[in-house]
């Protein structure tokens, strides 16, 4: 029965889709012997760990005999010896081995009954998949020895239903496809190969059933299925059979919640007395008749056991403010099933509504319908039990409902800020959390002023300065069109700020040159028009291209000014980023040299956390200009203001100035009198229930004492030590009686007190929030300068608006009205991240009045500034799975904070901060999977998260054995006498030694580097006595248990003392890929090994042992990476690695076409009279014949097996291109590719004589017409003497009489074909001046 229940545990487990849980170690037991015909007359029993090694091993004999070994080394195994097995030392046997924390599990239990007998063996099964009907099922037989025969018997049969002749000590036997024939008992026995007459005892019986042959019962719960701790509880189990037992598990559990009884009738009661936490899960049940047949499982029951039930949460929809007569529905979520839920109304003393567990899982709500006054309230749904429990009731949320005859206010809000910048508009947003038929929205400054909008945004321009006041904006829904709500709160709009930004500065620069150029071509176009009347010809006809090219570039620059306009043309200064992060706040504090009395004399320091910053600025009151200091090394500058009087008493800040940028101006230091301190500021997030709180009071000088007060008490809540410049006080757990208003006071650190004035009080409040949202980056958050960074920014809520933060103050927002319809995330990019983009940052969502609460920080660190640190791993890089390791990482700069990264993940592992400049970073019980590269960076956090660049990867192995490093010889394995050869031992750990053996030496060569992952070796003048077998290992300067394997063995070779041998291909050095090939090297002596080589690899390709003067190499199906130049040496069996000279280089073409050739003229290619030309047509193989063709020519013209072709040029028929190609001997029909093409040109035959007298006729009269037309010219130009550029004789004389002769000249009736009529007609249209 035992074994039936664990075949149904196995099912259970798998068919439910669970993971079954780690089994504990158990120790492995088996025997050994050396007379395998009567292993009785010699036994050894031999104990293993299966998973890790141990120093100590245990023998149990019938559970009080016990042997134990205690080793000076930690191994895997040990052996026990018990020599002739006799009655003395027959028994049940176990072993065990020590653990960290105690002894392992034992072995499973061995028999020894008496001599001459086989060992019994032990009987179980292994249920791959669930054995319902078609299921297969795996039966296992222990023997205890080796090379045994296993055979299993079914009750019933008289012959064996399978055997197995394993190679170890156990068999497997599998039943495929489990049915009802099948079930049964089944047993297995052993003998032994040579005596099939010995066999052992029958093992323990097994019994297989197949379940879910009956109908599934039901599982409830009594008195119900969630209770308190320390309470009873009844699991009844139902079936439609009587007389059959049930059986109850735990599926978190299976192995230890196995419960049966007995039924009374067809159900079965399961008591749990004394409920505790433990109990909580998932049950179900089954039951099985007396033939173990079994039913399905039952639907799971899910029980709580809990002291308090967690929140519920309620919401309204569509909205919690509602007019008269409308519906609303309220849903009650929380994370128990099962239960129902009741409505409840603040002031009622009985629930309103009842949802039972069918309607929850249903989605139903709680309705309320035609809502009136009365309806309004503050609603809440808790829990509805049936059944009596002590469970306190949970916390829930509050749901304010308000019935209004007009409809409530919405919010107004601005995006992306309530201040314009030039050039931009404004986005007015006016929102409410229910449908809406249109917004209105109210100029106060402008009474006339009315805009509408369906979607409620507003674009509000600053054209003029017309678009800064304070607006307002209101609604009406679609079932009271006539009805407008009441107005939302006023939003001011303000000016420009006067900050100036590159982007507007290079806008505005571009525009004013762009109409400067206009106004400079303008005035250049009508200088042309105005000495156009005034210059001669020439001069005219350059000022006319002139002002060509002047109205083509005035048409392109307007184009580029209309392009401008719409973005295209400054394309590069359009703005791209989503996030404009502003530049970061400086931090002002104050410093003295009087620490009693500081006001004596205070010195005011502002510092920016930005590298870039130039100067600072101190303001009074916000409006007074007290100094400007430039910015110092340390980015800082100091103010001193000296012994204060009633004149210093204000508020100042400070700004720091950057290249045309200003920052927001610092928190405000308060100096309130001439002999008290500076009232500080106080500062805490937004208080959740539950959780604790810290609040930040700043004191502004070193050396203070803080005090923390809430109103109402006199004596001060939390004090604190001088702790610097500020304080944080911690609320452990956040409760309503800890709300309040709190304000805090610092004063000096000895008697008597000076005491600050308190600070501005901050209320705390308890609001109701919803969870966190999930904040991300795409990529990894570790960026260089330059990359883009995605921010994401995720919520369980739809229609949310989200805030983007850095280091506490907002960047960026992105309103649900413009994502998609139910889009619950939101993205915001930097473009390309700058020096100032650096921090932390995190998001928020909100939906009007109800915040989420912050999210998780995200650290943007920004690199490539500082140098790269150095990672190590200690003890070493390669560590046992389960052991830790220990990163460090050192950098070279001190109070830096750290992150570790690894290869393939993209947020940084983990994060420390260092008062020095390393940290160690602590791994902890490590995986196979968490094998690879790590790298480290470290980054400053007051500067905008600025690191230096990523360390060099360190590869962490996590594994039992080392991994197997390569070794290899350069240049060759195979090396000449005398010469140098280096081998090389590589692997992929990198930090450790290597060491270098050769066969038949005890003595080895050790080389360690900790900066390569290459040893080498170098042997010099090599000799007969360096030739041998090599192998190398790892050799790490830590104490490590991990196995360490050798690499490869390399046989290094000497040449040079034997005749050398001959290597030809057969059938030749060409063949097609697919074919095979045989290189035969022939040797000068007997019984000697060869060895085949191949240039470009370090190690020989093959060797052969052959009877004979030769080896044959064959290479079957040969590739094209077969082709190479290949060579051979031998050696004598009596003289091993000392070889003979190489062969000569043979050079394999694998190809389907041979390579094509190269052909060449002597003495060049260009016939002399008399004189022939001889072609040389030369290809990379031997034994082939060559073709040479010449173009225009329809067949080859000449054969040669030398590849020389003799060619004249007899009547001109040699001058033309040539070609050649060439076919194997042995492959004839095999044509290689044809050559580059070679032109042959004639110079001093009868053709080309015939050449050189019509290229002197073409040439004589190319001369003779350029002649003619410089004569035509030279007297055109005497015809024209007063058109002459200045300098010439004519230059003195009046334009008028020129225009006047050519006026004359082009009288009408005159006609003439000189060039000087064509400017004639110019000329006439010009108007002389007088």
């Known amino acids: ?144 020895l080796q090379d045994l025969v296993f055979m299993l018997f079914k009750e019933g049969f008289a ?114 007395p004394n409920l505790n936490i433990q109990d909580s899960g998932h049950y179900i049940c089954f039951y099985y008749d007396g033939s173990y047949r079994g039913s399905l499982f039952s639907d799971i029951l899910k029980i709580w056991v809990t002291d308090a039930f967690p929140k519920t949460w309620l919401l309204a929809w569509p909205s919690p403010v509602v007019p008269v007569g409308q519906n609303v529905s309220l849903r009650c979520l929380g994370p128990v099933d099962g239960v129902g839920l009741a409505l409840h109304k603040k002031g009622e003393d009985r629930p309103l509504q009842f949802l039972d567990a069918t309607s929850i899982n249903d989605n139903k709500q709680f309705l309320l319908h035609n809502v009136t006054h009365r309806d309004s309230g503050i609603y809440s749904c808790h829990y509805h039990l049936t059944w009596k429990t002590s469970i306190r009731m949970g916390t829930h949320n509050t749901v304010k409902l308000v019935v209004v005859d007009k409809p409530p206010k919405p919010t107004l809000s601005a995006w992306p800020r309530t201040v314009f910048k030039r050039g931009k508009a404004i986005t007015i947003q006016c929102r409410v959390s229910h449908p809406v038929l249109e917004f209105s929205l109210e100029w106060k400054e402008k009474a006339t002023f009315h805009k509408f909008s369906v979607d409620g945004d507003f674009i509000i321009t600053n054209v003029e300065g017309k678009g800064t006041g304070t607006y307002s904006c ?66 005219a006809w350059f000022l006319g291209t002139a002002q060509v090219f002047t109205m083509l570039f005035i048409v392109a620059a307007l184009l580029c000014c209309a392009l401008s306009l719409t973005g295209l043309c400054n394309g590069v200064l359009t703005e791209q980023t989503e996030i404009i992060v502003p530049t970061p706040k400086p931090e002002l504090w104050a410093e003295t040299n009087f620490p009693l009395a500081p006001w004596k004399n205070l010195t005011l320091w502002c510092r920016s956390p930005s590298g870039s910053t130039k100067e600072f600025v101190l303001l009074k009151d916000g409006t007074g200009w007290i100094a400007t200091r430039p910015a110092s090394e340390k980015v800082r500058a100091a103010f001193p203001l000296g012994a204060l009087s009633q004149s210093h008493t204000g508020s100042y800040h400070c700004h720091s100035w950057e290249e045309m940028a200003v920052s927001e101006p610092s928190e405000a230091l308060e100096l309130v009198g001439t002999d008290i301190l500076p009232k500080p500021v106080i500062s805490a997030s937004p208080p959740i229930r539950g959780q604790e709180l810290q609040i930040r009071c700043k004191g502004w000088l070193a050396g203070m004492e803080f005090a923390l007060y809430k109103e109402g008490e006199q004596e001060p809540v939390q004090q604190l030590g001088a702790v610097g410049r500020e304080a944080f006080f ?241 240049p060759s394995s195979v090396v000449p006498m005398g010469q140098n050869v280096t081998l090389w031992c590589q692997g992929p750990v990198r930090g450790v030694g290597y060491i270098l053996r050769k066969e038949g030496e005890a003595t080895s060569k050790q080389l360690w580097e900790f ?183 329809e067949a080859p013209q000449l054969f ?26 042995a492959s004839p029909d095999i044509w290689s590719e044809p050559s580059d093409p070679l032109e042959l040109v004639g110079a001093a035959g009868p053709a080309a004589q015939e050449c050189t007298v019509g290229n002197i006729v073409r040439s004589t009269l190319i001369v003779v017409v350029v002649v003619a037309l410089g004569v035509v010219l030279a007297i055109e130009w005497k015809k024209w003497p007063r058109l002459r550029t200045r300098g010439s004789e004519t230059d003195g004389r009046d334009q008028t009489i020129v225009l006047e002769e050519c006026n004359q000249e082009g009288e009408p009736g005159t006609t003439t074909n000189s060039p000087s009529s064509t400017s004639q007609g110019i000329l006439v249209e010009v108007p002389a001046p007088m």
């Open 159 to 272: 012959e064996p239903v399978d055997y197995q002749v394993p190679t170890g000590t156990v068999a497997v036997f599998s039943i495929d496809h489990m049915t009802p024939e099948k079930e049964g008992v089944y047993i297995c026995r052993t003998h032994i190969q040579m005596l099939p007459t010995v066999w052992s005892e029958p093992s323990n019986p097994l019994k297989l059933v197949v379940a879910g042959l009956y109908p599934k019962p039901t599982l409830t719960a009594y008195p119900g299925p969630i209770m308190a701790p320390g309470e009873s509880l009844n699991l009844r189990c139902q079936g439609p059979i009587y007389g059959i037992t049930f059986a109850l598990m735990k599926l978190e559990d299976l192995e230890k919640s196995f419960y049966h009884k007995k039924p009374i009738k067809n159900e079965a009661y399961f008591l749990f």
């Open 730 to 970: 911690t609320i452990q757990r956040m409760e309503e009686k800890k709300e309040g208003n709190y304000s805090c006071r610092t004063h000096t650190a000895t008697l008597p007190f000076k005491w600050s004035e308190p600070s501005e009080p901050l209320e705390l409040v308890i609001k109701e929030m919803y969870p966190k949202p999930f904040f991300k980056t795409w990529a990894s958050p570790v960026v260089p300068l330059g990359d883009r960074v995605t921010f994401n920014c995720s919520a369980p809520h739809q229609h949310m608006s989200f805030i983007l933060y850095k280091d506490g103050s907002e960047v960026a927002s992105s309103d649900r009205a413009w994502a998609n319809p139910g889009a619950s995330e939101a993205q915001f990019f930097i473009i390309s991240v700058g020096i100032g983009d650096g921090g932390n940052y995190s998001c928020r969502y909100y939906d009007f009045d109800i915040w989420s609460e912050p999210s998780d920080i995200v650290e943007l660190v920004v690199t490539e500034f500082f140098p790269k640190p150095t990672l190590l791993a200690q003890p070493g890089p390669v560590v046992l799975p389960g052991k830790n390791v220990t990163l460090r990482c050192q950098g070279t700069l001190k109070d830096m904070r750290f992150a570790l990264l690894q290869e393939g993940t993209q947020v940084p592992l983990q994060f420390k901060s260092a008062s020095g400049s390393s940290v160690d970073f602590l791994l902890h019980t490590l995986r196979e999977e968490d094998s690879g590269n790590y790298s480290c960076i470290y980054y400053e956090t007051t500067m905008s998260n600025r690191g230096s660049y990523f360390s060099m990867p360190l590869m962490i192995w996590v594994t039992d054995v080392f991994p197997k490093p390569w070794l290899f010889a350069e």
């Open 1200 to 1225: 040669s097996e030398d590849g020389d072709f003799v060619i004249n040029n007899v009547e001109g028929k040699g001058i033309g291109n040539y070609s050649c190609s060439y076919r194997l001997q």
């Open 1011 to 1193: 900066t390569s992952n290459d040893g080498a070796f170098p042997i010099t003048n090599i000799t007969s006595a360096s030739t041998g077998h090599y192998s190398c290992c790892y050799h790490p300067d830590w104490t490590s248990p991990i196995k360490i394997p050798p690499s490869n063995t390399l046989e290094l070779i000497v040449t040079g003392l034997l005749p050398k041998p001959s290597l030809i291909a057969q059938p030749g050095p060409m063949v097609a890929p697919g074919e095979n090939m045989t290189l035969q090297c022939q040797g000068e002596l007997p019984d000697s090994t060869f060895v085949l080589l191949k240039e470009g690899i370090h190690a020989p390709i093959k060797l052969q042992r052959p009877r004979g003067y030769r080896a044959d190499f064959w290479m079957p199906v040969v590739r094209g990476e077969d082709s190479g130049i290949y060579s051979c040496v031998y050696y004598l069996d009596t003289a091993l690695f000392v070889a003979s000279n190489h062969s000569d280089s043979l050079e394999i073409w694998v190809t389907d076409k041979p390579p094509k050739p190269s052909l060449s003229a002597w003495p060049n290619t260009v016939f002399k009279l008399g004189k022939d030309i001889t072609l040389q047509c030369r290809g990379p193989l031997p034994g082939v014949e060559f073709v040479l063709e010449h173009d225009g020519e």
């Open 1 to 144: 029965m035992l074994w039936t229940f664990t075949l149904l545990l196995f099912c259970i487990r798998l068919s439910l889709g669970m993971t079954s849980m780690a089994m504990e170690s158990q120790a492995e037991l088996w025997i050994e012997s050396n007379y395998p015909q009567a292993p009785w007359e010699n036994i050894t029993l031999w104990c293993r760990s299966p998973s890790q090694m141990s120093k100590k091993f245990l023998l149990l004999k019938d559970k009080t005999h016990m042997t134990w070994v205690h080793l000076s080394q930690k191994t895997f195994q040990m052996s026990f010896f018990l020599g002739a097995l006799t009655e003395s030392n027959a028994g049940r046997y176990r072993c065990c081995y020590w653990k960290e924390k105690g002894w392992s599990k034992p072995s499973k239990i061995l028999e020894l009954e008496a001599p001459g007998q086989l060992p019994k063996p032990i009987l179980w099964i292994q249920a791959e998949t669930p054995p319902l009907p078609g299921c297969n099922v795996n039966i296992l037989c222990h023997g205890w």
């Open 474 to 539: 209101s609604y009406r829904v679609e079932t009271h069109p006539n009805i407008w709500s009441h107005r939302s709160e006023p939003l001011k709009l303000m000016g420009p700020a006067g900050v100036l930004t590159w982007d507007y500065i290079l806008n505005e620069a571009l525009k004013l040159s762009i109409i400067i150029q206009l106004a400079a071509l303008l005035l250049v176009l009508l200088w042309i028009r105005y000495k156009w009347r005034r210059f001669r010809i020439r001069e």
